[in-house]
């Protein structure tokens, strides 16, 4: 079995460095690995109650946030190409109370091999969109290759979902 490249506790303390430095404006981020697995996660203190109750019902959501979020990127980027646009990089969603910004991951992971995986963080509608993704893009240059399956010793060979290839009709 392979060793995790980034202890799990070193990857919370990451997204936790993360929510605290861009506070008000950043409320939750979560990482997701390319198999669609929580990886680490982070909330604003204060918007998640302290029992145990909630921070289990918060778990829970991230669990399902993590799920979804390779999915997205994996369709965003499939239209994009299908465009003529290249690879998508981020999505921002604009929500009733903020924006949801995802950015994907295409860093080799310690296989050398590129397994996508993804960062999605919650924000207010007053944050600064441009120093997020600067942010953000920093943040996944340090744990991106930790968030692969391999990586987490799990011993894991990925097999990323993957969209036919796009026939070019414009």
Known sequence: MTEPAVDQSVLDDFMRQFVHDHAPDVLHAVAASGDSLLV???????????????????????????????????????????????????????????????????????????????????????????????????LMERVGPSLTPLARGRGLQPQPARMPAPSRVF
């Open 40 to 138: 680490a996660q982070a909330s604003l203190p204060g918007r998640i109650r302290a029992d145990e109750v909630a921070r289990t019902a918060w778990i829970a959501n991230a669990e399902k946030i993590a799920s979804s979020a390779p999915g997205a990127l994996l369709m965003q980027d499939y239209s994009a190409d299908l465009m003529g646009l290249g690879p998508v990089s981020v999505l921002m969603s604009q929500a009733e109370h903020g924006l949801l910004l995802t950015m994907g991951n295409t860093s080799p992971g310690p296989d050398g091999q590129v397994h996508p995986s993804a960062l999605i963080v919650a924000t207010t509608w007053n944050a600064d969109v441009g120093e997020l993704i600067r942010a953000m893009h920093a």
